[in-house]
C-alpha cells in the first residue's frame, strides 16, 4: 500500500523535484494561496517522474506495451528509414502518454539491442502523425531472443518534451518488462513488429510492461 501511494521516483526526477520544493517553500512566505498552488505541482512533478514495479508476462511468445499510455493509432507501415527497414512492412502500433502517464518505458519482448539510433528534431504535438517523422526520437532495434524477429522502439517527444532519456547501450541483453528509458513531459511511443497476433485495440489504455499488444 505504501508503494502505492509513495511511489519510486525515476532519478531524473529528482532535480525537479527539489527545484519544485524549494520554490514551494519560498513562495509560501509571501503568498499563502499561491504556495498552495505550487505545492499542488511539486505532487504532480513527483508522480509524473514515479517509476513504479511492473510485472510483466515473462513469456516472449508475446510482446508487452513499451509505454503506459492510450493507443492512438494501429497501422501497417514501413519501417524507419533511419533503420534501414523502409522496404520492410511492419504493424506499428502508437501509444500517447499525457503528462499524467507514468513515463518510464520498458522492452516488450526479451532480446538484444542491436541498434540505437538518436535524432533531433522539432516537438509537436505527439498525437500528430507527423510527430513520427519531425520530433526529436530515439530508436531501438530489439531482436528478439524468442524467434529472431526484428522489433522497433521509437521514443518521440511531444509539444512540451525537451529530453529523450536512453538508459541502454547497443550489444545489451534484456528481459521482458525492463526499462529502457524515459521521456521527460508528454509524449510517444511506437512499437514496430511483424508476423503477431495484434492483440491490442485502438483507444484502449495500456501499462508498461504488463499490457499485452501483440502474441506469436
Request: proline letters at 3%; one cysteine or more; aromatic letters at 12%.
Amino acid at each position: 500500500m505504501f508503494n502505492t501511494i509513495f511511489p519510486k521516483i525515476h532519478k531524473e526526477g529528482y532535480k525537479f523535484l527539489a527545484i519544485s520544493i524549494l520554490i514551494t517553500f519560498v513562495v509560501l512566505f509571501f503568498s499563502k494561496s499561491l504556495g498552495i498552488i505550487l505545492a499542488i505541482v511539486t505532487i504532480w512533478v513527483y508522480y509524473f517522474f514515479r517509476d513504479p514495479e511492473r510485472h510483466s508476462i515473462n513469456d516472449d511468445a508475446y510482446l508487452v506495451s513499451p509505454a503506459d499510455g492510450l493507443i492512438t493509432d494501429i497501422s501497417e507501415r514501413s519501417g524507419p528509414e533511419e533503420l534501414r527497414l523502409e522496404n520492410k512492412t511492419f504493424t506499428k502500433v502508437s501509444i500517447f502518454m499525457n503528462v499524467f502517464n507514468c513515463h518510464v518505458n520498458r522492452i516488450p519482448i526479451s532480446g538484444k539491442i542491436e541498434e540505437i539510433y538518436y535524432k533531433p528534431g522539432k516537438f509537436l504535438n505527439a498525437s500528430l502523425d507527423k510527430a513520427s517523422e519531425e520530433n526529436e526520437r530515439n530508436y531501438f532495434k530489439i531482436k528478439s531472443l524468442e524467434d529472431g524477429e526484428e522489433i522497433i522502439i521509437v521514443q518521440i517527444a511531444g509539444l512540451i518534451a525537451r529530453r529523450i532519456v536512453c538508459e541502454v547501450e547497443q550489444g545489451q541483453d534484456l528481459k521482458q518488462g525492463d526499462r529502457v528509458g524515459m521521456i521527460r513531459f508528454g509524449s510517444r511511443v511506437d512499437i514496430y513488429f511483424k508476423n503477431k497476433k495484434l492483440l491490442a485495440k485502438l483507444g484502449q489504455n495500456v501499462v508498461a510492461g504488463e499490457s499485452l499488444i501483440a502474441s506469436k
